[in-house]
């Protein structure tokens, strides 16, 4: 597994594949599908995909994969190791979704929530496959969510394909197990060695697990909790864990979209200039009722002082 | 999601974002240091602040470019106060024309130190001290000597010979900037009702008298939209077809005298407070191509002087 | 500053010692006055794409680009100098602190483009020259 596309820019979300193996676009073939790293607060969150033959679904249990949490780092890159060995059979693909990505998205002007964005991103992952000519029958995915809606949502989205979504799925099907050994080993990888865009110097790399209610990585958010920029850009802005920290200890930040609904914000982009204009200018100014300033200085918000 | 928190007041600031003119940190043309002063602004009649330089021999406007929730890195710090000040050179003749105008009531020739003076606004006194004022001063008024003394007299007819080439060459300006002067607002929401090549000579020559407008009074504006031979717009049913407002409003359309609300017309109204249930429609309906608003709602910003 | 005859000064001899920092026009108020970490946090992540940059602040994506001053014009940050005491209560005093001769401005979200206010805000210097300049006799 070559991380270092994604490394060179982690601010940004970067796919990886393995080669896909011949026989795949020959013989009918099932995909599993997993994420890694949902809930943490720092790193990215991984989706992971793989593929095999159907006909060697049998062989692939051989190679004793299980559900990636149920084993240690170790076990996890010897049977990542293993997967790799098979590669005349088995083929994987990889999303890696950056903290600055997660970050952005959800707190983007129209929110795009995490369920959402991982959706897309399990979608784009079998359409790449599909557009790799791997023969794809049956799909199995791992759901957080409820199952139902997800697996309407990819039958319509994929016709002619099996699709299986299962809480558990990880642990119930081989090859979603391989799966989520893909993406855990890629995100282990990624956070391990997480090279800071930041001009920090020497960032202590005892971040715990990442997620929040481990005291490590309490800890390490309160070291690394800047006043001005709040942190790096390994941790996940919208979760609620880094907001409180930056809300009690970090000095308020105020945006043109805050406090709005969808709403409001389709009516603030559609009014911007008119209405930010008056409110800017409401509260008593040097310009007298009667006087109306021309638009030329309107639309560039420009206009006189009577102090500095 | 984030609390949002309340916006704090702002505490008084001490320091400031500013694009001067060069003129301004010329340090080796003089040894007195540059000032903000606040003089009486010759079109609202109110305080506005100015600059003196180069040992008063240079007036500068300052205009601030202000947006709500903006601040400023600067280097290795942070400054709330989002603005951005200009400091441009700036004609003294508009500030002393309404001494000028003034003055010309007892309808005689006097020294024009004994005109340039404002009780309120000491400072003004130093616009004579600007390198243009003296030299200038006949643009704007008849000059007579006497004894090795100057006097003067306003005239208005110099007044507005001077004010229509000022006009011209803000035209020309607008012109080589493409400066949109029709009467669509720049603005992604509402498409341009003309575009840019559909401008007519009289777009241009209304645009740049209203810019000019902004240094003098209302009175002298209209003189001078007349001295233009540009006829006033005295009401929105000229330029609006009938049908379309009496769908719109069921309210009067008030005629207003004043020229400057076609100038400002996209921004001069603000919403009602409540808006009835065919405006609120309105609201939502496609403006492309339409009027501006001012004229679908009875100008309440106007209206006592 | 209520009263009409209060001054400014500027001490403008203290442009020659003034340094020359770049300046980042941010989408947002930061209710703050004060050091920051610019170049550690914003510079060191600022991403030079083909039409824009890109960079992210507190969680939020931004797009901007850099605007030069117009021509003839500097850019100056004055900061308040705070009189010793006895000295005329009401006049200020300001000295420049920083200069610089272009300004990173940056949207939320949006790429930047010719109709952002800020960049119409640069028009203002030529058209005040054709408002304020000399006429001919």
Redesign the interface.
Same mark, same amino acid.
């Given at each position: 597994m070559d991380l270092s596309s994604f490394e060179m820019?982690n601010?940004v979300s970067c796919r990886l594949a393995s080669q896909i193996p011949d026989v795949c676009r020959t013989e009918d073939c099932c995909l599993g599908i997993d994420e890694a790293g949902r809930g943490p607060v720092l790193g990215p969150m991984v989706y992971g995909i793989c593929f095999c033959p159907v006909s060697r679904k049998e062989k692939l249990k051989e190679l004793k994969v299980a559900d990636s949490k149920t084993l240690t780092e170790a076990e996890r890159e010897r049977l990542f190791q293993k997967l790799d060995e098979s590669r005349n059979y088995v083929g994987w693909a990889l999303q890696i979704l950056s903290p600055?990505t997660i970050?952005?998205s959800?707190?983007?002007?129209t929110k795009y929530n995490l369920n959402a964005l991982s959706h897309d991103t399990a979608i784009a992952l079998v359409q790449y496959a599909l557009d790799n000519g791997v023969q794809l029958k049956e799909v199995y995915v791992d759901t957080v969510g409820p199952a139902e809606k997800y697996q309407e949502k990819l039958s319509q989205r994929f016709p002619g394909i099996e699709v299986t979504v299962k809480p558990k799925a990880d642990s119930l099907f081989p090859i979603v197990s391989a799966a989520s050994i893909c993406a855990k080993v890629a995100r282990d990888r990624v956070v391990k060695g997480w090279k800071f865009?930041?001009?920090?110097g020497d960032v202590d790399p005892d971040y715990g697990s990442g997620y929040p209610n481990d005291p490590k990585t309490k800890a390490w958010l309160l070291k690394y909790l800047?006043?001005?920029?709040?942190y790096?850009?390994f941790v996940?802005?919208?979760w609620?864990t880094?907001?409180t920290l930056?809300?009690s200890k970090a000095?308020?930040?105020?945006?043109?979209?805050?406090?709005e609904d969808g709403e409001k914000a389709a009516q603030r982009q559609?009014?911007k200039?008119?209405l930010?204009?008056?409110?800017?200018s409401a509260g008593g100014n040097?310009?007298?009722?009667?006087?109306?300033?021309?638009?030329?200085?309107?639309?560039?918000?420009?206009?006189?002082?009577?102090?500095? | 999601?984030? &609390?949002?928190?309340k916006?704090?007041p702002s505490a008084q600031?001490d320091s400031?974002v500013v694009i001067a003119a060069d003129s301004v940190i010329d340090t080796h043309k003089h040894d007195s240091n540059p000032a903000?002063v606040?003089l009486r602004?010759p079109?609202?009649?109110?305080?506005?602040?100015y600059m003196l330089g180069s040992g008063d021999a240079q007036l500068y406007?300052?205009?601030?470019?202000?947006?709500?929730?903006h601040s400023w890195f600067v280097g290795q710090t942070?400054q709330r106060d989002g603005r951005l000040?200009?400091v441009t050179p700036m004609d003294p003749l508009y500030l002393i024309l309404p001494y000028m105008i003034k003055s010309d009531k007892e309808g005689k020739f006097q020294p024009v130190h004994q005109v340039v003076m404002d009780e309120e606004f000491p400072a003004c006194a130093r616009l004579l001290s600007c390198t243009r004022s003296l030299a200038s001063l006949n643009h704007i008024a008849e000059e007579k000597e006497a004894g090795g003394l100057k006097f003067h007299r306003y005239s208005q007819e110099k007044t507005l010979n001077w004010l229509k080439k000022k006009v011209e060459r803000t035209v020309v300006v607008l012109k080589k900037r493409n400066?949109s002067v029709g009467e669509g =607002?720049?603005?992604t &929401?509402y498409v341009r009702a003309k575009t840019e090549s559909d401008c007519c000579e009289e777009d241009y020559l209304r645009?740049a008298h209203?810019?000019i407008?902004?240094y003098i009074s209302e009175d002298l504006s209209k003189a001078l939209l007349r001295h233009l031979q540009l006829p006033e717009l005295t009401s929105p049913k000229e330029t609006e077809p009938p049908s379309k407002k009496r769908k719109l409003s069921d309210k009067p359309v008030k005629a207003g005298e004043?020229y &400057?609300?076609f100038?400002?017309?996209?921004?001069?109204w603000?919403p009602p407070k409540k808006m009835t249930a065919a405006q609120k429609t309105l609201a939502k309906v496609d403006k492309t191509g339409m009027k501006p608003m001012s004229s679908f709602f009875s100008p309440k =910003?106007?209206t006592?002087? | 500053?209520s009263c009409n005859t209060s001054v400014?000064h500027v001490h403008i001899s203290s442009v020659s010692q003034a340094q020359r920092a770049p300046v980042h026009l941010m989408?947002?108020?930061?209710?703050?006055n004060g050091p920051?970490?610019v *170049?550690?946090?914003?510079?060191?992540?600022t991403?030079d794409r083909k039409y824009e940059k890109t960079v *992210?602040?507190?969680?939020?994506?931004l797009k901007g680009q850099e605007l030069s001053c117009p021509q003839g014009y500097t850019g100056l940050v004055l900061k308040e100098v705070v009189d010793k005491p006895g000295s005329d209560q009401e006049d200020?005093t300001?000295r420049v602190s920083s200069v610089f001769d272009k300004v990173t401005y940056w949207n939320?979200?949006t790429p930047p483009n010719s109709d952002d206010?800020v960049v119409?805000?640069m028009?203002?210097p030529e058209?005040a020259e054709a408002i304020h300049g000399p006429v001919e006799d």
């Open positions: 820019d601010s600055n970050s952005t959800m707190l983007q002007r865009n930041e001009d920090l800047d006043p001005v920029f709040g790096p850009q996940r802005f919208s609620s880094a907001q930056m809300d000095v308020p930040v105020h945006w043109d979209d805050d406090e559609n009014n200039s008119m930010s204009y008056f409110s800017a040097d310009q007298s009722q009667t006087h109306k300033t021309h638009r030329f200085f309107t639309e560039r918000r420009l206009r006189s002082l009577n102090t500095l | 999601m984030a &609390t949002k928190k916006r704090a600031n400031w903000f606040r602004n079109s609202t009649d109110a305080a506005s602040l406007e300052v205009k601030a470019f202000e947006e709500d929730f942070v000040l200009f400066i =607002v720049k603005s &929401t645009y209203g810019l407008s902004e004043d &400057t609300k100038n400002s017309a996209d921004f001069a603000k =910003v106007k006592e002087k | 500053m400014t989408p947002c108020e930061i209710e703050h920051a970490q *170049s550690q946090y914003l510079t060191a992540t991403k *992210s602040f507190r969680g939020r994506g200020r300001v939320l979200e206010t119409m805000a028009d203002w058209l």
